[in-house]
């Protein structure tokens, strides 16, 4: 085991990831731009260091800085957490060659997961079902080809990147030329990379991923699915495990896929694999995140796994505990509570905490960065919370969620914690059936999304 890890991160995924340090014995170094330097994970690690101004491109994306960080305070390795550097393959590549473990996928793997493209290959050849579309990175005149064979609506995306940046729905070929130009625009400023891809729009859909955990001797276990269609421009508000749309003979053949997808690409460590799910059962990968997932705590709820203390363990050279599927119990839901203004598009909305009383009681977990009196910067993602939520069946869940967002006192600052209390009061919710775009839908219908 590590005695001293550098964790790449700030926020609410800082304050897990050297939580879960400090239980396995681990000394844990944090890093901090200057807009941050009286933030809650600086003030938990056993030291710190100031890695630059609040910019993230002149801070926490900096890979000289973080490597100098980790080097100069005598780290052997590195958790990069969500965001940021975590998928970046120079990053882990740098960490390589300064003999620092990436806690996370060797760098082959996620550069090629992080092409959309190649991912896709990579899927095709290992027999797991892709969205209809084109084969590789598309020019106009292919575009149009391959939305024409995979029938419109079709989504064109950046073949760097995801998070909704560089994606246009095509309704019609009349309408492809400019959200090509729109979606390419887009990407350039996002990733540094104009290319994009067509795929058939499969809607109505859910999202649905699938967790996997992978040591260095090839054993893979799977945590289930985590269902993630609670959505805004893109972006997840709301996920739950078990998932309403699957029964167990697809839950298994996503697991099965995505065990030997993982052999097939050699992955390491913590990831998830994404998948749209049709109206007719139909399951079609979309991506693979090599990282830790923002909403990882859903399964850590239902497996009783810790899945930040898995990676560490992962790349300090440990074998898996048990392999296959991962049983589960009960049902969970996690809610993200953001900085944004829902009456505004979800406008982002930094300021100043002046009360923050999260809840408590059994069955709730809230993962924050955040505490009373915080100013919440402009400089980074708006995610100032999350409320995790445990029970034995999913009604119970749901009247546990409310009753937990209902208790959680934030003043200061608009947040999305009502637009979430009325989303699991819908009907929608309740029943099960939604969908990625349920959200768009209840626009104008909930109280809390009703503009002003």
Same mark, same amino acid.
């Given at each position: ?145 391959? *939305? ?166 992962? *790349? ?82 749901? *009247? ?19 637009? *979430? ?32």
């Amino acid at each position: 085991m590590f005695s001293r890890v550098l964790v790449a991160n700030r926020g609410e995924i800082a304050v897990r990831v050297i939580r879960a340090l400090h239980e396995l014995g681990v000394e844990a170094v944090a890093v901090y731009s200057t807009a941050d330097r009286d933030a809650f994970h600086v003030s938990l690690a056993d030291q710190a260091v100031c890695i630059g101004p609040p910019a993230a491109v002149e801070s926490y994306l900096v890979v000289s800085n973080v490597i100098a960080a980790a080097e100069t305070t005598g780290c052997e390795a590195v958790h990069p957490g969500y965001g940021f550097l975590a998928e970046n393959a120079d990053f882990v590549r740098a960490c390589d060659e300064s003999d620092l473990v990436f806690i996370g996928p060797p760098a082959d793997v996620v550069e090629q997961m992080g092409d959309k493209v190649r991912a896709k290959e990579a899927m095709r050849a290992a027999g797991v079902p892709v969205v209809p579309g084109s084969d590789g990175v598309a020019d106009p005149a292919d575009l149009r080809r391959a *939305a024409g064979d995979a029938g419109y609506p079709v989504l064109l995306k950046a073949a760097a990147g995801g998070g909704g940046k560089g994606m246009r729905l095509v309704g019609s070929e009349d309408e492809l030329e400019s959200a090509h130009a729109a979606a390419s625009a887009e990407a350039e400023a996002a990733f540094g990379d104009g290319t994009v891809y067509v795929e058939k729009a499969i809607s109505p859909a859910r999202h649905v991923e699938i967790q996997v955990l992978c040591d260095g001797n090839g054993n893979v276990l799977t945590l289930g699915e985590r269902e993630c269609s609670i959505q805004r421009r893109h972006q997840k508000l709301i996920e739950e495990s078990p998932s309403t749309a699957l029964d167990a003979q697809t839950r298994e053949a996503m697991e099965s896929a995505v065990e030997k997808a993982s052999i097939a690409i050699g992955f390491r460590n913590a990831g998830t694999f994404e998948f749209l799910v049709g109206s007719d059962g139909g399951f079609y990968f979309i991506e693979v995140n090599c990282r830790l997932q923002v909403e990882h705590p859903v399964t850590e709820l239902v497996t009783g796994i810790d899945i930040v203390r898995e990676q560490v363990r992962i *790349a300090a050279g440990e074998t898996l505990g048990s392999t296959g599927r991962a049983p589960r119990r009960g049902h969970a839901v996690e809610i993200r509570i953001n900085a944004e203004d829902p009456a505004r598009g979800f406008l982002p909305a930094p300021g100043f905490v002046s009360m923050f009383v999260p809840p408590l009681g059994a069955g709730v977990r809230v993962d924050t960065g955040v505490r009373e009196g915080a100013e919440i910067p402009p400089f980074y993602d708006s995610l100032i919370a999350k409320v995790v939520v445990w029970d034995e069946t999913r009604p119970l869940v749901i *009247a546990r969620a409310i009753r937990a967002l209902t208790e959680f006192e934030i003043e200061g600052i608009p947040t999305t914690r009502d637009v *979430a209390l009325d989303v699991l009061g819908s009907t929608e919710f309740a029943t099960g059936s939604y969908s990625t775009s349920t959200l768009e839908g209840l626009v104008g219908r909930l109280p809390s999304l009703a503009p002003r």
